[in-house]
């Protein structure tokens, strides 16, 4: 009976060392796509399939192969992602019609609230419900924060926090863009 005990007590901790390995390491991987972007390194985007704020559909990054992607993660209780929402879209309406399609990621929210936002802002893009693995695997921290993808689905920008706005004209450009 002793050694039954003593196995399952090695057994169990053994579990816990690999558990807390495993969840280590996803904490050092987090992260890792912004941190390559703003390090200057062009990272192939995490692959993602989400539905459709609007429950219209899913949305993929594959959709915007082809284009270049401004993905603005947002939430509608965020002072900040109000604030500059209007930049936004003003940037979004101006690029109507060329190469560049926008995208919302809502995170951490109430889908009524959310859509709220849309509607109070006049949002003129979609936006995709997080699943929490596709903010994890971007490495995103809060909102807002802001990513472009240049037309193969890489990263070339990111802004943890408020975006610039001539620096996201830049980055449009840069990235294949008007």
Same mark, same amino acid.
């Given at each position: 009976?002793?050694? %039954? ?15 807390? !390995?495993? !969840?280590?390491?996803?904490?050092? #991987?987090? *992260?890792?796509? +912004?941190?390559?972007?703003?390090? +200057? !390194?062009?990272?192939? *985007? ?8 609007? $429950?219209? *559909? ?12 401004v993905l603005n ?9 109000? #604030? ?7 940037? %979004?309406?101006?690029?109507? *019609?060329?190469?560049v399609a926008f ?9 009524? +609230? ?27 921290? +809060? ?9 193969? $689905? ?6 943890? $926090?408020?975006?610039?706005? #001539? ?9 294949? $863009?008007?």
């Amino acid at each position: 009976m002793r050694r %039954a005990l003593q196995v399952g007590g090695l057994l169990a901790l053994t579990a816990f060392v690999v558990l807390l !390995a495993v !969840a280590v390491r996803r904490a050092q #991987d987090k *992260g890792s796509f +912004g941190k390559a972007v703003l390090a +200057g !390194a062009r990272p192939q *985007g995490p692959a993602f399939d989400l539905p459709a704020l609007d $429950g219209k *559909g899913r949305i993929r990054l594959a959709d915007f192969r082809g284009k270049v992607l401004v993905l603005n993660v947002w939430a509608s209780w965020c002072a900040p992602c109000a #604030d500059e929402e209007p930049l936004l879209r003003q940037i %979004a309406l101006a690029e109507t *019609g060329s190469r560049v399609a926008f995208l919302g990621l809502n995170r951490v929210d109430v889908r009524e +609230g959310a859509q709220a936002f849309v509607k109070r802002f006049s949002i003129p893009f979609r936006s995709a419900i997080d699943d929490r693995e596709t903010s994890d695997a971007l490495g995103v921290s +809060g909102v807002p924060e802001t990513f472009v993808f240049d037309t193969h $689905g890489r990263g070339v920008a990111y802004w943890p $926090g408020s975006f610039d706005p #001539d620096a996201l004209r830049q980055a449009i450009r840069t990235a294949g $863009g008007s």
